[in-house]
């Protein structure tokens, strides 16, 4: 038996991994704060160069906010989507994940969502789609309309009851939109295409009120299908087509 040889293990690291299982444990929790840099040196037995790299790397996956000098000490931070973000971005540049596996993926995510949606929803629910479909239609111009647009889908996302596929849901739709920005920009009925864009979320609306989660999740499919399927690929486009 060979093994390979392995590295040694800074001890920054060894504070990182402390900090994040007693996150992730629930021990530490959102808004709590961690003991200074004093205190973190006494009780970890290091430096304060260690201490720092520490937070540093803690700050960077936003587990935690450190602030030099703060008498109060590093403050948990409640889970946040950026560091998925970010990575998929990363994956996205990278061509290791192409606009159609993005789209691919934001399509199961929605279908699911919408599906879910319908079959949980409660009449707090459906008022609080009925107001995004409003504002949609009440919107002056396209950004107080898009605005309005991803209030619905937040909505929609919510009304899943589960924590996920929002997280999910908002990175890949953010991520998808940043790649193919220019299809608003460039579109010759800019009002036209609202209005496409208005009767859908009304024929979701229905379907999710009517509690029939097939229909929601064909429609949430097909729309993204439609609206960015010109931007992938030939070659790529059976990726997506078993999903409708």
Known sequence: MQF????PVHAYARIVAQIEEAVYSGRLKPGERLPGERELMTQFGVGRSTVREALRVLQA???IRSRPGDPRGPEVLAASP???QRSMHRLARAEHVGLAELLQFRMVLDGSSHLLAAQLRTDADLSTLDAALAAMAAADGYAEFSRADVAFHDAIA??????LLV???EVVRGVVLELIEDKLSHAPDRTSLMETWLRHHAEVLEAVRAADGASAARLARQALYDNYVEYVPEDRRALLTPLL
């Open 4 to 7: 390979e040889p392995v590295a």
């Open 167 to 169: 997280v999910s849901g």
């Open 82 to 84: 950026g560091a998925l």
């Open 158 to 163: 919510r009304t899943s009851r589960n924590p």
């Open 61 to 63: 996956a936003e587990l």
